[in-house]
């Protein structure tokens, strides 16, 4: 029997299981992506339902043998993020790719603290969604390794020159290129500015977006990330009304 006891968690997704329980993902800071049977949470008097919702931070514990087992218990752990908006769109995102793309009991604790201070930016200001979102993309795909760019200034600095173009060719990375137009080129100014998460120009912001769009749709696969549909349906909407 294998006991961990108040574990820092986030809820990444619920779904009911049998008469009164839930299935839950919870993302936690040393185990990574788990799934735990909830018992009993369903029920009306049970007070751990209200918890186990996205975005609150939690103090997770459970017990068991194998791969699934039992919450036992749950409470809060500081104040729950109040995202609203295209915020609250960015963090149900930021849960997908989560859902998606970690291995169940991979650790990630740097991801896990990206996440935590995703959210919490998601909370204070609208105007620096993009720029979580890719700091927070960039973390993941460095953490899955998946890494683009190089950490170090040297390293980065030998690799990329601001005023040469380069090309992203899935699984070899980059090469120089000798003319500046293309879907798949990038201008090395750009490169620079997103390996140091310099997010300060618009042009930097939509690079990065269109880079990891390149690498993370092959790594989804067939799999769709529903919160995407959350950001385009408003603008549609807007669209139908002029």
């Known amino acids: 029997m294998r006991r961990v006891s108040l574990q820092p968690a986030y809820v990444l997704h619920r779904r009911s299981y049998r008469e009164t329980s839930f299935l839950v993902d919870l993302f936690t800071a040393d185990y990574g992506r788990i799934t735990l049977v909830a018992t009993g949470v369903r029920k009306q008097k049970s007070s751990s339902s209200g918890l186990l919702q996205p975005f609150v931070p939690l103090l997770a514990s459970w017990s068991g043998k194998g791969e699934l087992m039992t919450l036992t218990q749950v409470e809060m752990n500081g104040d729950a993020r109040r995202l609203q908006g295209e915020c609250l769109f960015a963090g149900f995102y930021l849960n997908e790719l989560l859902m998606a793309l970690l291995e169940k009991w991979d650790a990630h604790p740097i991801l896990y603290q990206s ?77 620079l500015a997103m390996a140091k998460e310099d997010w300060e120009t618009g042009t930097v912001l939509q690079d990065a977006k269109r880079l990891m769009r390149f690498v993370l749709t092959p790594l989804l696969g067939a799999r769709r990330l529903y919160s995407r549909q959350l950001f385009i349906q408003p603008e549609e909407m807007l669209d139908e009304s002029r």
């Open 115 to 191: 996440y935590r201070t995703a959210l919490t930016g998601l909370q204070t200001a609208d105007v620096l969604q993009e720029k979580i979102l890719r700091s927070f993309e960039k973390c993941l795909l460095e953490e899955l390794g998946y890494g683009l760019l190089p950490k170090s200034s040297i390293s980065l600095h030998n690799t990329f020159l601001p005023d040469k173009h380069y090309r992203f060719i899935p699984e070899q990375g980059f090469v120089v290129s000798e003319t500046s137009f293309g879907v798949n080129l990038f201008a090395g100014s750009s490169l």
